[in-house]
């Protein structure tokens, strides 16, 4: 094993042990040597990645690892092993580095919060299977981290499980996210059946001979569907984004990492790492192009409205993974990716500086309660600021780099999907800058006395306290006096904010582009998803022209919706109000999120529980296994009952038994003899 070999499996072992420690001895350990345990397992796994980016240009790629085979049925076998090449460095930069702030962040944000080492050990096993995921160099290792960062997000989402909402929107991330697998699964064994195979190098390989499936649905467009599902649950597209949103009543440190920069961009990581089978299958890609854009679309309408800070960043969540997903379905796999970097800066970004808010006023998350706090919280409100400037596409920011090379090759392709697109980013624009002003300007809008989130979680005294008294236009809290983050929450928020400014410039020339070239590069060119859309691309493809005046376009919607921000809500703040009044029942649907997980609820959630009610527990459990179990006990009553009467205690009546038995004894021996 050479040296790069040790420090790839030791990447993913070092949370894992994190994890263990933090698990088993935690309780006994400080909150000072378990916060050192959490940040510095995570923080030398970052470290070791740093190592092996050194040496990646040395390398010879795709470096392949394996460590012995792990599953054999017949001809069939899989082997537990690491693949590394420039997509999986990158997805190693991100979720260590970005992981590393968020448990910093973590040490600060948790620390007066009872279960601190149960919160740690979580953090730390979510970074092991997330690592596992991005590491796997077949998709049965893929599917174990998979599956892992499920099980994780849902420790993390119900981390406050003595609450109702947040052990429910921990069953409801872990219910939906097992549909999509469901599809995963199947299109695993649909890999075996027929390539005997789930190790990349080997289904990619023999993929690669197989033409595209113009002509209709065949073996590629299933897989890639079924692919897809799993996707959509993973990553929060149409339909299966409903847990998202719930999912904010886990810990705002979670939120960031498993929400913004890690997790739900596992389903996108995983579409650019099969898209050998996503470009033969021109239907897929089409149905993956429209599910994105619908989906960045229909989440912002809903961002719009939301009140809840931490509920604005989770529909932006949902409509920025939608871009994501916009990008694959184009075939701009690398554009993709690199608005999934971008966006793990800005968003994990906006999340923690979140945070940063809802410590500052004692836990309150209704953005009409707040105001004023870019005085009184400096730090959080430069760096939220460029946070948003990032998210809405303000020219030099990441997120200006990132969303406009998606929108550009959305162009190139379907001008329908770059119509809704840039409808999109307008509105992304106006609900972010919506949540700056309501936030940061005008004055304080909060309460005066405030409860503790732990009282109220039942976990005792915490960091964070929910308000519960009366409103109005105070100066702050009477007994939460308004103050800044404490440092070691200030100092990720920093970092990021320069990522957020920064980061987007790495594609300059096309550099990020090229870098992942090499992954990208086999399979059949993806610009079909109709005739008329392929026409496009021939006509304005390639003008650097047009691409600059897409590229104003994209800017001028940015500018609009921020314009529009400003006159509702600073120049004008009565006016939002009047024009819900106009539109009640459209504000009323669009606030209540269309009704959806109500209708959920009506279609499937209820017949369920009514079946599982009638059919499973009163027919099948109590009326066949509950009634065979207490018949079955009430035969074996009897039969004791009569065996015990043999035991009476008479001298007289064991010498009968005696004799009994020795006369079946001699009789079955003389039947015998004589046969």
Not at 2 to 29: D, F, K, M, T, V
Not at 275 to 285: G, K, V, Y
């Amino acid at each position: 094993m050479n040296q790069i070999s040790l420090h790839l499996w030791l990447i993913p072992i070092l949370p894992l042990l994190g994890a263990a420690i933090n698990g088993l001895c935690g309780g006994r350990l400080s909150r000072h040597a378990v916060a050192a345990i959490g940040v510095a397992f995570c923080g030398t796994a970052f470290l070791l990645v740093l190592f092996v980016l050194s040496h990646f240009f040395a390398l010879q790629l795709p470096h392949i690892e394996t460590y012995g085979t792990w599953l054999r049925a017949g001809a069939f076998h899989a082997d537990y092993g690491f693949y590394l090449d420039e997509l999986s460095m990158i997805m190693l930069l991100v979720v260590t580095g970005v992981g590393l702030l968020i448990h910093i962040y973590s040490v600060g944000y948790m620390w007066e919060e009872g279960g601190f080492h149960r919160f740690f050990c979580y953090l730390n096993l979510f970074m092991f299977f997330m690592l596992v995921l991005v590491l796997a160099h077949n998709y049965l290792v893929m599917f174990i981290g998979w599956e892992g960062v499920g099980l994780a997000s849902y420790l993390l989402i119900g981390f406050w499980f003595t609450r109702d909402s947040a052990a429910s929107a921990g069953k409801k991330a872990f219910i939906v996210n097992r549909i999509g697998d469901f599809g995963f699964l199947i299109a695993l064994f649909l890999l075996i059946k027929h390539f005997g195979s789930l190790t990349f190098s080997e289904v990619f390989g023999s993929i690669s001979h197989l033409p595209s499936e113009t002509a209709g649905a065949g073996l590629l467009t299933t897989v890639s569907i079924l692919l897809l599902l799993g996707a959509t649950g993973k990553s929060a597209q149409i339909p299966l984004y409903v847990w998202l949103p719930d999912a904010m009543e886990g810990p705002t440190p979670v939120s960031a990492l498993i929400h913004a920069a890690t997790m739900v961009t596992a389903g996108v990581y995983m579409v650019a790492r099969s898209h050998a089978i996503f470009d033969r299958s021109p239907t897929t890609l089409t149905v993956v192009a429209v599910i994105g854009t619908l989906t960045a679309f229909y989440a912002a309408t809903i961002a719009i409205a939301q009140t809840d800070i931490k509920k604005v960043l989770a529909y932006s969540t949902i409509s920025q993974l939608g871009y994501m997903f916009l990008a694959c379905g184009v075939a701009a796999y690398s554009a993709a990716i690199f608005h999934l970097m971008t966006h793990a800066f800005f968003k994990g970004l906006l999340f923690l500086a979140a945070g940063s808010v809802i410590h500052a006023i004692g836990g309150e998350q209704d953005m009409h309660r707040m105001g004023g706090l870019r005085r009184m919280t400096p730090w959080t409100f430069w760096t939220m600021t460029a946070a948003t400037f990032a998210i809405t596409g303000v020219p030099g920011f990441a997120g200006f780099f990132s969303k406009d090379e998606i929108l550009w090759q959305a162009s190139r392709v379907n001008m329908a999907l770059w119509g809704l697109g840039e409808f999109t980013a307008f509105l992304t624009s106006f609900y972010m800058f919506r949540l700056w002003f309501l936030t940061f300007f005008g004055h304080y809008r909060g309460t005066t006395t405030s409860i503790n989130e732990g009282d109220k979680a039942g976990q005792g005294p915490g960091l964070l306290a929910i308000n519960k008294s009366r409103t109005g236009p105070v100066a702050e809290p009477e007994h939460h006096p308004i103050h800044e983050s404490p440092k070691v929450m200030l100092i990720p928020l920093i970092i990021l904010a320069m990522l957020s400014v920064a980061g987007g410039w790495v594609n300059i020339g096309k550099n990020f582009e090229k870098f992942l070239e090499p992954v990208f590069r086999a399979g059949p060119t993806a610009y079909t998803l109709t005739e008329t859309a392929t026409q496009a691309g021939k006509t304005i493809g390639g003008a650097t022209g047009t691409e600059l005046l897409f590229t104003l376009t994209s800017v001028l919607a940015a500018a609009l919706g921020f314009l529009l921000a400003l006159l509702l809500y600073k120049i004008q703040p009565d006016l939002p109000a009047r024009i819900a009044a106009s539109f009640r029942g459209l504000y009323t649907a669009v606030l209540n999120k269309y009704y959806v997980d109500e209708l959920f609820s009506i279609l499937l959630v209820k017949p369920l529980l009514a079946g599982s009610r009638k059919i499973l527990w009163q027919g099948v459990d109590r009326r066949i296994i509950d009634a065979a179990v207490n018949d079955t006990a009430e035969g074996a009553r009897r039969v004791s009952d009569s065996l015990r009467h043999m035991q009476s205690g008479n001298l007289r009546s064991y010498a009968g038994w005696v004799a009994l038995g020795a006369a079946v004894v001699i009789a079955y021996m003389i039947w015998v003899a004589l046969a």
